[in-house]
Structures are given as C-alpha cells and as structure tokens.
C-alpha cells in the first residue's frame, strides 16, 4: 500500500542542484511573520488546543475503560466505571512520572506522559506502552520496571506474541520461532530447520518489514499457526545511506510486480509443548490476503485470515490468488493438517473482505460461515453452511456497505459491524454501528447521529463506548447499551473554544461532479482564515489516489489536516476530493480505473476542480497547483505530465512513478499482472509516469528519501532520468538517510512545499530560511 497514512506529515534536507528555471516574483513579499501566522495553524499548535475529546479508549474488564483526556493543563489519564458513570484518574500521575523517570533514566513530564496503550498485566500491574517502550508499574503509580520493547532495540529481546493465557509470548530469532515464559524468562526453540531467507513466522511484505513474529496462537495457547516464508528465489532491493566512509548497505527480499520467483508461504501449525511442526497437506500459498498487501493487515500486527475454532479443534484460514482475484476458505485438521475447501469466490476484478478489518467469521459449532463479498456491488455479509460449502442466505442487502465486523455472538446468533452508505441522507463515508442476526432480517441502527463514529466494544459485548464527530463538530463521546443503542451517560464533549480562540476555521465539505457527470464525490475545501471574496485565489489540490483509501481521509473531527490550513493562510485554497476508484463506496466505483493505474482519479480531479472554478468566482483556474506524497506523489507527476495545462505547479514526494518497480502485492492488485507482447509492448508502459516526463510544461519538485525502504528513491531517478533526456527544467530535493515519511526532515520538507507554492503558483516572495518551531516534546 502506497502509504499507510496518506495524510504525511512530511520532510527534505538535500537539495540536488537548481534545476527549475525559476520565475521572478511579480507578487507581494511574505515576511516570517506571515510564515508565523501560517505555522499557528498546524497540527503541533491547533491539536493541542482541543479539550475533552476522548483518546485512546481501551477496556481493562467488562465495567472499566481507561481513556485519555486533554485540557490546557496537559494530558489526564482517566478510568472510567460504567456502573456509576464516573471518573477517576487511572494513577498518580505525579508518582507515576517520577516512577517513570527511574525506569527511564530521565525526567518525565506529569501532563506529558505519553501513554499510547494500558492493559492490565497478569499480576495485576499496569502495563503501559510509552513511545514503543512498555513499563510494568504498580496500580497507583508507586513503582515501574521496564517491561518488553515493541521494537526490541536494545533490549535484547526480539519482540515476542503474548499467548491467550499471558503465561508465553512467541518470537523469531535466527529464522526459527521460539517461545519465551514470561515468569522465569526460559526461551525454548520450537522449529529447527529455518534458515536465512526460508524461516518461520517471518514479516516481510518487501515493502514492509521487521523483526516481529507473524502468528496466530490457538486460544488454549497449546499451538501456533504459522508458516515457513520462503523467499529463497525474491530478488533484492538495495539502498545506501550517505555518511563519511564506507556507505551503509541495507539489502532485503523485494518482490516486484512481474518477477517469476515471488514470495511464498507454507502454511504449519506447531505444538508448544512437543515442539513438532505439523505442515498442512497443501500446495505453498501466496503472500497474500483479503484485505491489504501484506499478510498482515491489521491494527494488532496480527495474521488476518487465520482463525482458530473456539476449542482450538481446527483451524480456518483463505487463501488468495497472486492477482487477488480468487479467495478459498479453507479448513485445516490440527492433527492430520488434512485441508479441505470449503468454498471460494471468484471476481473480475480483485476480492477484498472489508475496509480496515478481515470479515469472514468461522463458526465450527453451527456449522457455518459469515463470509463478505461484494457481488451485488455493495459489502453485505452471508452465511455459508461449512459442511457442503453452500449459500444459506444473505445476514445483510441492499446499498451500503459493512466495513467492520467488531463482535459475534455465536450462541445468540447477533452481529455488531460498523457500516457506510446505509442511511439516506447521511454522508456516504461516516461510519456507523448497527447489529444484525445472523439469521437475516433488517439490521438495528445503534449508532443514529449522522456523524462519525469511532466504537470501541466492552470485552462482553453488552456496552460500548461511542465517539462521533464530523469535519465541522469536535466530538461527543458516550457510552450505550450494544443491545439497542440507548445512551447510559456522556463521557465527555470536546471543548474547541482554546481552538476558535486562536483563529482557527474548520473545512468546508462540498460535493461535486465525477468525470461521469452523474456521480456525487465529496471533498473538504480550506480557506484562508482571512479569506476575501473579492479577490482571486490560486487553488492547490491535495491528492492521494488509493485505491486503498483517498485524499480527504477520516471524516471525524480533526484540528489539523496534514498541513492543508496552514498552507492556506499563505493565500491560497485548498481541496482534497475523493476521486472515484477510493473505497467506501460502492464496487463500481472503487472499481473505476482497475487495470488503468496511471489514471490516478485525475479525470475527477480535473472535473471537480473545473466544477468549483465556475462555481465560486474567487478561484483562479490560471493557477491551479498539485502535490501528494507516496501514492500521491505519483499522481502528482501524472498530473503535472497529462494534464500540463491545467496544473501550473506540483509537489511530488517519494511517488511510485513506475509500479514495475514496487512491490508486487500491491500493484498486481490494482493493476492485474503483468502481461508483455511479443513486440516488448506492456500493460504496465502508460503507468509508468518516465514514459510521459517529455510533456512537462509547469514547474515541478520532485521529493524523495534515499533510504525509503517501502517506495525505492529509484522510484523517483526514473523520471529524473526522463526529464534530464527531454531536456526539461524541474527541482528535486533528495533527503539523505530519510524512509518514506522523513522523520526529522519533515518539518523542512514541509517549508519548502510553503515556498515552492508561494514562489510559483502564488508569484509572491516566500521568507528566506523560516524555521519552524515545533514543540521539543
């Protein structure tokens, strides 16, 4: 996936030489204090100004949540008690920061602490995850002990699985896998034969990779499903890092779209206690899912499409075509590794079993499946007899789709899921929660406010905590019945008056026409908060094309939005539209430009823009400028190359301009495989945005990270080795030693986008050298 998060907050450092002709400024001269006013409105100043809006729930039992909450005084951490609808704070957080500094060798802030987890260790302390780092602290914050590290740097520790009953935790060293006891910190070896290149449980995707085990524990925590990856024939990706002496080398598996040796999988499940690894009776599978391009897709790093019977008796799992056009539910025998097919589904284009969580739900005790599909152009759930592999019937119908299955009550037969597009009259992507039967029938609104909503379910499933906001309405956090939705209390109403205060002006959502003329797309429109009607302003375009998600992101309430207001208040507009071929709409639509990559929305871009320029005369459509990072960046150049009369200037960061070159799950995906002619001629020529740099006619900054370990900065030198042979004009910035998001160099990548814009589109005279002053925490 080109990005995990499109919305980057991003970066520069190097610049490679001035490229761009330049244009003399015919416009006004900005001063750092109009620099100032602009940086004011970026997320590091706006976010924290935002009181009240409930973080990070997290269920510690069936009556009890933790929280974060926010005010002018800092960060509080809460625990709340369902029974009373009360309030409490989770520790001292005085003694909990002191106990923290002596854990961590250095002074910790009260209000700042960081908490990004809390669960309840098997001991009854807290264990709390601080920037990646986990510490075991006693209930009222007396004392912490430096628990596991979620990276395991420097800890000598590789980062492990915790088992069902927190007594274990699996890990891979050496390309085998291993246990840990958790009591007395014995490791023992369970598999023998990994080796380098062909081992258990490991996490690469190519574009993705770590040190973490890729596994799913039986819920007795008696065996593993894993696999035994074997990457012996992926060919390598190769970066350098820029230091004095001898470069640093980084070398790993990198499938590429096309490549005749990929990465495969060999599915085992292995007995803790005996140490024997059982190999499933079948052909390897591909490293695929049904919901990303990875097999490892979720928020909990988990694998997916893998899940144990209740009774740990069998084990169900889906295989996946390498074009992701066919699915197989399947179920393993724990004791033969007997496979048998249940059933599988077929589509023209690609199979996906959700939107941000796998679907399907194996119920050996009724015998059935809950499976998902797409087949009447929306995402309904059906239930599948699993002896004969038959249809029973369809769980939901009709428009909309289900994005989420949250909870299954097997023995009351009922289904929590959130779901788009199902009220008319509601925006289309505002997630809400209903429950349905498993035995049909019309599903329950539970979650009615038209708005968006963020559920986190009780580990019972009688409550649920509820969060709903909007672009426009900070958010509403309460708790309900998950039975009918009736709410037992308020748990708190973000305050934003700190936010309007300081001059802040939230988006304005609109709709427009898509390239069909016919279907409504949704965008977030940015003004500048001085906004004068009487004058023309150039617009700017935010892009990001999927088709895995798109340019607006979230649509719950948010104070910063990448940089798009700040950006603004330099003088210009700012949009970013969902074009078709995004998700969470209907299949058609997310179907739109399969096999046509190089399409990249921009024919809806071009027609919402041209849209809004009629419709608002305070728009310039003589300056009309781009920009997007990764699968943004991409689009960026695509557009400043097809459409080079209507973009003036562009921005592209760290773009796969040529799929050939990424990762094979992900372009095979959208794109299809790869199919060459007899004349050499391929599928995959008009994407590659090389093949079109000779049209360039605006000004255009290519950015990129010489260390981008998901999109290669070889990526990026395949259009700069274009662009030098048509003799055209461009600017490139390459960042030494940055991965795809640009880590420290973010904030002055993101300057010299302000100045870029400002000098080219704007015509105006950016401040020499701003600094941006983020807070030091």
Request: net charge negative; hydrophobic share 35%; charged share 25%.
């Amino acid at each position: 996936m080109v990005s995990t998060t499109h919305a980057t907050r991003l970066a520069g450092a190097l610049v490679m030489g001035a490229l761009s002709a330049g244009v003399a400024a015919q416009g006004r001269t900005l001063s750092a204090d109009d620099y100032a006013k602009a940086e004011r409105l970026v997320g590091y100043n706006t976010t924290p100004l935002v009181d009240h809006a409930v973080q990070s729930v997290g269920w510690l039992d069936s009556e009890h949540f933790w929280y974060r909450d926010h005010d002018a005084s800092g960060d509080h951490y809460l625990r709340y008690d369902a029974t009373t609808g009360k309030s409490a704070p989770l520790f001292d957080h005085a003694r909990l920061a002191k106990a923290l500094a002596g854990a961590m060798g250095k002074p910790v802030d009260a209000n700042k602490l960081g908490l990004t987890a809390v669960t309840v260790a098997s001991d009854g302390r807290l264990d709390l995850s601080v920037r990646g780092k986990h510490y075991l602290c006693a209930a009222k914050g007396d004392s912490c002990t430096v628990g596991k590290d979620d990276n395991a740097e420097g800890t000598g520790h590789e980062p492990g699985v915790l088992s069902p009953d927190k007594r274990s935790e699996a890990f891979v060293r050496d390309w085998n896998l291993w246990v840990r006891d958790l009591a007395s910190g014995k490791e023992t070896q369970l598999t023998l034969d990994g080796v380098e290149n062909y081992g258990y449980a490991t996490d690469n995707a190519g574009w993705k990779h770590s040190g973490k085990a890729i596994l799913v524990w039986s819920p007795d925590s008696k065996r593993i499903a894993t696999f035994q990856q074997d990457q012996r024939k992926t060919g390598d990706m190769v970066i350098v890092g820029t230091n004095v002496g001898h470069p640093k080398v980084e070398k790993w598996k990198y499938p590429l779209a096309g490549d005749k040796d990929v990465t495969m999988i060999e599915r085992v499940i292995v007995d803790v206690d005996s140490r024997h690894t059982l190999r499933l009776k079948m052909e390897p599978d591909q490293h695929r899912s049904t919901l990303c391009d990875d097999i490892s897709c979720g928020r909990d790093g988990g694998w997916d499409d893998v899940q144990w019977a209740p009774d740990a008796s069998s084990l169900a799992f889906v295989s996946s075509s390498r074009d992701h056009k066919q699915a197989w539910f399947r179920v393993a025998n724990v004791q033969t590794g007997d496979v048998r097919t249940v059933f599988d589904e077929t589509v023209p284009t690609y199979y996906e079993s959700g939107n941000g969580k796998v679907n399907w739900q194996y119920l050996p005790d009724s015998h059935e499946v809950v499976w998902f599909s797409e087949r009447n152009n929306w995402g309904n759930l059906y239930l599948y007899d699993l002896d004969s592999g038959k249809l029973k019937h369809a769980i939901t119908s009709g428009e909309g789709n289900v994005t989420e299955v949250l909870k299954l009550d097997a023995r009351n037969r009922t289904l929590w899921f959130r779901g788009v597009g199902r009220e008319k009259g509601v925006d289309p992507y505002y997630q809400q929660l209903y429950k349905v039967s498993l035995d049909g029938g019309a599903p329950t609104l539970l979650a009615p406010e038209p708005a968006d909503h963020t559920i986190t379910l009780s580990p019972d499933g009688r409550l649920f905590a509820d969060a709903y906001s909007t672009p426009t309405t900070p958010s509403v956090t309460v708790l309900r019945s998950a039975d009918d939705g009736h709410v037992v209390s308020t748990i708190a109403k973000a305050d934003i008056s700190r936010l309007l205060a300081s001059g802040w002006k939230a988006p304005e959502p609109f709709t427009v026409k898509a390239r069909d003329g016919k279907t409504d797309l949704y965008g977030l429109m940015f003004k500048p908060t001085h906004f004068d009607p009487s004058r023309k302003y150039p617009i700017i375009d935010y892009i990001y094309p999927g088709p895995q998600t798109g340019s607006v992101g979230s649509r719950s309430f948010s104070a910063a939005r990448v940089d798009h207001q700040a950006l603004a208040e330099l003088g210009f507009i700012v949009v970013a539209i969902d074009g078709m071929g995004t998700p969470w709409r209907s299949k058609a639509f997310h179907d739109a430009y399969f096999g046509n990559i190089g399409d990249n929305t921009l024919p809806d871009q071009v027609a919402g823009l041209k849209e809004l320029g009629k419709r608002y005369a305070w728009i310039d459509m003589d300056r009309v400028g781009i920009w997007g990072h990764s699968g943004g960046g991409n689009a960026t150049a695509t557009a400043m190359f097809r459409y080079a009369d209507l973009f003036k200037v562009g921005i592209a960061e760290s773009g796969n301009h040529d799929n050939r070159n990424y990762e094979d799950d992900w372009a095979e995906k959208w794109q299809g495989l790869l199919v060459t002619d007899k004349d050499g001629k391929s599928n995959y020529d008009d994407q590659a945005n090389q093949n079109h740099a000779a049209n360039l006619k605006g000004h255009l900054l290519l950015a990129h990270g010489t260390m981008d370990d998901n999109v290669p900065p070889y990526e990026t030198l395949l259009v700069v080795d274009a662009l030098i042979k048509a003799n055209k004009d461009f600017d490139l910035l390459l960042i030494p030693n940055a991965h795809h998001g640009y880590g420290t160099a973010s904030n002055y990548m993101m300057r010299k986008r302000w100045d870029y814009f400002v000098r080219h589109l704007a015509g105006d005279t950016p401040p020499k050298e701003y600094t941006l002053k983020p807070p030091k925490d």
